[in-house]
């Protein structure tokens, strides 16, 4: 069964905040691009650990036991929702760019001066500030142009893609304009496994609106984080098999040395971590199959498929709309993310924010930690951009009265 309007207002039942109001309006979450709300399976998930089984792991006692079960299952569920081979492949962290830092910290000691990392200037920083920094250690840094189109340059690419590339970072969807880079990423690989040179992949803003496949990406590292797609504050990290245990990681020297753990620092967010199982668990019973993956992969077509006719239903509603400008691609192609950011004539970003806000609108303004891509756009004196982004629970209703209400704010 396709994932619709009605399916949609059903899983809303499930979203404890989704009843809150203010100023008399329902709050509509349009705010997903910066972390989606919580169904109540996770919220359980996540209590029920503390109240049966709160303990670190490797001991021999019961609750312990019990940790290690909730872990093993966790990286089972999250590489059934990759398409990673082996739940060993996925490692945990407080979050992506905390996980981008300690990959990058490992990854330059196989490094020497001169060495060239290319990232894009469409990226979020989690994805670029790790590789920024390592030109402190003599790394040239290269970047791929962003056209005014908001896409990648690839004639750009493949000209800075050379014999002394190690490694190339981008991201599989941008977070303020929505842009998905599946074609230039395959372009990435190819051109890079002719040098020789490593792949990262940033795949916050995909998961949580697309089915993913490591193994098809052929990609050597791939980041993404739990609480974009209705789970907790918790980063993941995928590495392709064999190849985490060949770096030097920052790690104790009592920590465990082998993947997945090599790379994990301390003790984790057990609870949290629960609570990520219990988000894909959630994703999968919407789908179809006889296997967890199977389901997965149906269910997030779905959704995908209901999200896209929001923002496709958004984007042609803002056309009809003097004064405002909608930038990126347009939604004639399916590989765009549900994220739509947009300037008015007459007010700055963070004036429409405002004013929506006292209506109920959750939706961001500003740069959104992709600040390259907006400063080339020349956004930076209008106080970048004003975002929306959909997800699973938002509704067509919301749409039509968010465009009310900037049709109003443009006058």
């Not at 929702?81 to 300690?102: C, I, K, R, Y």
């Not at 490992?106 to 200037?121: F, K, N």
């Not at 209506?359 to 080339?376: E, I, M, Q």
């Amino acid at each position: 069964m396709p994932y619709t309007t009605k399916e949609a207002l059903a899983c809303r039942a499930d979203f404890p905040s989704l009843t809150r109001t203010v100023n008399g309006f329902p709050l509509a979450y349009l705010d997903g691009p910066g972390g989606t709300q919580v169904p109540n399976q996770v919220i359980d998930a996540v209590s029920d650990y503390y109240r049966r089984c709160n303990a670190n792991t490797h001991g021999a006692f019961i609750t312990s036991s019990e940790t290690d079960q909730v872990m093993d299952r966790a990286r089972a569920t999250v590489a059934a929702l990759l398409g990673a081979q082996s739940p060993g492949e996925v490692s945990f962290g407080a979050n992506m760019t905390t996980l981008n830092f300690a990959l990058s910290h490992a990854l330059v000691r196989q490094m020497s001066p001169g060495d060239e990392i290319l990232i894009t200037e469409l990226d979020h920083e989690g994805n670029r500030g790790p590789w920024l920094k390592l030109a402190e250690h003599g790394i040239v840094i290269k970047e791929i142009k962003v056209t005014q189109g908001g896409v990648l340059d690839r004639e750009d690419m493949a000209a800075k893609i050379g014999k002394r590339t190690r490694l190339v970072a981008i991201g599989m969807a941008s977070n303020a304009l929505g842009t998905v880079n599946l074609e230039e990423i395959a372009l990435a690989r190819k051109l890079s496994r002719e040098v020789g040179a490593l792949m990262v992949l940033d795949a916050v803003h995909f998961v949580p609106h697309f089915p993913l496949d490591v193994q098809a990406l052929d990609t050597d590292f791939l980041l993404c984080s739990a609480y974009k797609f209705y789970g907790p504050h918790v980063g993941i990290l995928y590495c392709r098999p064999g190849l985490l245990d060949t770096l030097d990681t920052d790690r104790l020297c009592t920590a465990e040395a082998a993947a997945p753990w090599r790379i994990e620092t301390g003790t984790l967010n057990h609870a949290a971590i629960a609570g990520v199982t219990a988000a894909v668990d959630y994703v999968a019973a919407l789908g179809r199959g006889e296997t967890l993956r199977e389901r997965i992969q149906s269910a997030k077509q779905d959704i995908a498929d209901y999200e896209h006719g929001l923002a496709s239903r958004y984007w042609n509603g803002l056309a009809q709309i003097k004064g405002v400008r909608a930038w990126g691609q347009d939604f004639s192609s399916r590989q765009r993310a549900p994220t739509v950011s947009i300037t008015l004539a007459s007010m700055t970003a963070d004036a429409v924010a405002a004013e929506l806000a006292k209506s109920g609108f959750l939706v961001w303004d500003g740069n959104f930690y992709a600040h390259k891509v907006v400063s080339v756009l020349g956004l930076d004196d209008r106080g970048g951009l004003l975002r929306t982004g959909f997800s699973m629970y938002n509704t067509a209703e919301e749409v039509d009265r968010l465009l009310e209400a900037i049709t109003a704010l443009s006058r």
